[in-house]
Nanobody, 124 residues
Framework: QVQLVESGGGLVQPGGSLRLSCVAS????????MGWFRQAPGKEREFVAV????????YYSNSVKGRFTISRDNDKNTVTLQMNSLTPEDTAVYYC?????????????????WGQGTQVTVSS
């Protein structure tokens, strides 16, 4: 059973930065495409970013492209999301996800490997 633990959320002013981390255990981390999703109040959970098992390929939602960077360290079973130029629209609970699958209509977490979520609030 894969376990994911996120950290790094908090309150930040618009234009600021945060760095989220996710540590995985209990599975084959180096085999998985890892990613981040987020869910704002009253909205559905949405895809944010994904990184391939090797780290050589990354994909981002249009809303975060150019501002967020996803990376991974397979030796430490860790995936990180660096978030810059944050806006109030980035306020959400951010979830780490493992073993993502790509389909024509997007990225999906069929095995439901989710972390517990970490709150990111962007406000002045």
């Amino acid at each position: 059973q894969v376990q994911l633990v996120e950290s790094g959320g908090g309150l930040v002013q618009p234009g600021g930065s945060l760095r989220l981390s996710c540590v995985a255990s209990g599975g084959f981390f180096y085999n998985y495409a890892m990613g981040w999703f987020r869910q704002a109040p009253g909205k559905e959970r949405e895809f944010v970013a994904v990184i391939s098992w090797s780290g050589s390929n990354t994909y981002y939602s249009n809303s975060v492209k150019g501002r967020f960077t996803i990376s991974r360290d397979n030796d430490k079973n860790t995936v990180t999301l660096q978030m810059n130029s944050l806006t109030p629209e980035d306020t959400a609970v951010y979830y780490c996800a493992a073993d993502l699958i790509r389909r024509p209509d997007g990225w999906f977490n069929d095995n439901n490997y989710w972390g517990q979520g970490t709150q990111v609030t962007v406000s002045s």
